[in-house]
């Protein structure tokens, strides 16, 4: 149980509270229909706001403070109203009406040589330290296999989604950066080296020794050919066959990856 | 153990049997080379057919009531012509030589917070309900994790595939429409709406929040953008990059997805 | 421990040790920066080969025979000079250095109704057998699935990656051609065939009844149609989207993939 007020304080000093500060929420919900006792926020700053605003049950939502209304759109509810109302209300809603597991290793996972830091959370489904997948044939057409002996090194704050596989490198380690995060379902194939802060969504294919940039994105479903060098703030869209390397805060998009304008 | 005469009935009044309606058969097999005591089908009406049901060693074969043959080449075995061979030879095969396991729930399933329902199979590697993937950086370039308190609603008769991941909803719902299929390796995000009798083809993505409606068909690897909106009977082509709604009974296809004839 | 003399016996009569014969490494490591006890390999031939050597701190170093180096630039190392450095590395660290996981099979691994040959690894997360996709709506638009009673044959000397799905055949089976290694999170559908020494990567969507000739690669991210044939040493392209057959000697990419010059 948390009021307006406290919210607000908790937002900082660009956050006004409109109405009742100590009106009370329970929990978090959507703003339609809403529920008397919960937390929601409004996406909207134009005429779609005002209309969401009065239909919404909820006691308390976070508004953009560009937002335009009349005084009377305002009565009977309360309001904080931010720069960003999204992003309040996710540092709200983490903060007030915690919903992530405790950290934990979930007693299915099976963990050998390996160092854990602290408050991590470890469930199953996803393969840290593969083998990775370096063949070439021989004179008779075998295949056979580079050494992998490297490690992976996964640096603080990051979080990897389920069923994920990331390589062990085969010299040296796979590494990734403090902050990114990781989707359901992405191959990170060894020596790969992923800056801080990324986002690499669902379904996404890394090649052998590749490098991301920090704060880069890489959409749904593209893939990344080995060696290949991704710049920082660099976009990569979503099914983007990359085949070429991508300098700094470049977009790119389609098979094969072109630049696009942002 | 079932004959000629049984199958027939169970199929329906617009099915005949040719040849001994009494003839036994133990199980299904593929009609080339086939085997005695086992029921196969027979794909083509064309010339194609005679020739598969010649080399046949099956006792009983589903054939097409429009195949054109003379009598002689029905010597010697028992056919059931029916409109759908295929189709026909499915449901004889899943009603008189079941193959599935029966309904239970792996010993090495992990399951906590859900209800499941009557006749339930639930095996191993495919991962219900885990976090949503929707960051944002904050003003520091740090990403923070909207909060997912959703649900998954798996409605009846769907049938769900290996490694598989559906995500929990964030503040709604992700919800799984009765009937719906979904092959390996797919990827649902939160709040996605699937309809009724979809299929859902294996490594495909489909980004948060999109909805497709009743009967559609995805394709192989195709990848959906978050909010997109497909219509009902649409199909999306292997492959496809949708980056657009898909309006009813639309066939698209390509990087990025285009409307094609069907 | 091994010394240069015998690395160079085991590599065969084309091999010249330049050095000092009797120089021991305890294990591998990159050539930069290398390591005093450790086997390293140079992968250039041209000037980019003299640097890195001078700046290698590893014992022994395997080298291509066509180098262009002065005695001088010999001076204090030991050098192993061969045809093809990359694969006389990755052969002789896995005869003096073997880095894989004795065979055996993990304890979380569930194992029903397979017959396992000799020195076979199993760990978990790769799913072998499950059930085909293969649906076709009745009269009344619900989805019927065919039976699936074939089973899965892997040859020797195959390799398969972490969350990998490979089908069960429909009335035959799925077959893995002896020697060929399959990446993470690949996908095979029932009665799907791969010949021998096929490398197929991560992400790959192989469809039902697929057949891919002997020394074929499939790049990341690439899918095949259903009944698509792949003849002998192809090279499908990466996110290649494959709806036509490709034969032998053949390269393609693109979405829909078309032939390119090698």
Chains 1, 2, 3 share one sequence.
């Not at 479903?221 to 300098?247: D, E, H, L």
Request: positive net charge.
């Amino acid at each position: 149980m948390v009021n307006a007020k406290e919210i607000s304080n908790f937002l900082g000093t660009t956050t006004i509270v409109v109405g009742d500060s100590k009106k009370v929420v329970y929990k978090i919900s959507k703003i339609i229909p809403g529920k008397v006792g919960t937390l929601s926020f409004c996406k909207y700053e134009d005429g779609r706001a005002k209309g969401l605003i009065s239909r919404s049950r909820s006691s308390i939502i976070i508004c953009s403070s560009q937002i335009s209304l009349f005084v009377s759109d305002f009565i009977g509810k309360t309001f904080i109203l931010v720069p960003q109302p999204r992003l309040a209300f996710m540092k709200a809603a983490n903060e007030f009406f915690p919903w992530r597991d405790t950290p934990g290793i979930h007693p299915t996972a099976v963990i050998s040589n390996a160092e854990i830091g602290k408050n991590v959370r470890i469930g199953a489904g996803t393969v840290i330290g593969g083998e990775g997948f370096g063949y070439m044939p021989d004179e008779n057409g075998e295949l056979i296999q580079f050494p992998h002996i490297g490690g992976v090194i996964i640096e603080d704050n990051v979080e990897i989604g389920v069923n994920v596989c990331i390589d062990r490198g085969a010299l040296g380690d796979t590494i990734i950066g403090r902050g990114t995060k990781i989707d359901n379902l992405v191959h990170v194939a060894h020596n790969v080296k992923i800056g801080k802060n990324c986002q690499i969504i669902c379904l996404v294919g890394i090649g052998g020794s590749v490098e991301i940039g920090d704060n880069s994105f890489v959409g749904i479903s593209a893939c990344i050919r080995n060696q290949i060098k991704i710049g920082k703030n660099a976009v990569i869209g979503m099914g983007a066959v990359v085949v070429k390397n991508v300098p700094d805060n470049m977009t790119v998009a389609g098979n094969p990856a072109n630049p696009i304008p942002k």
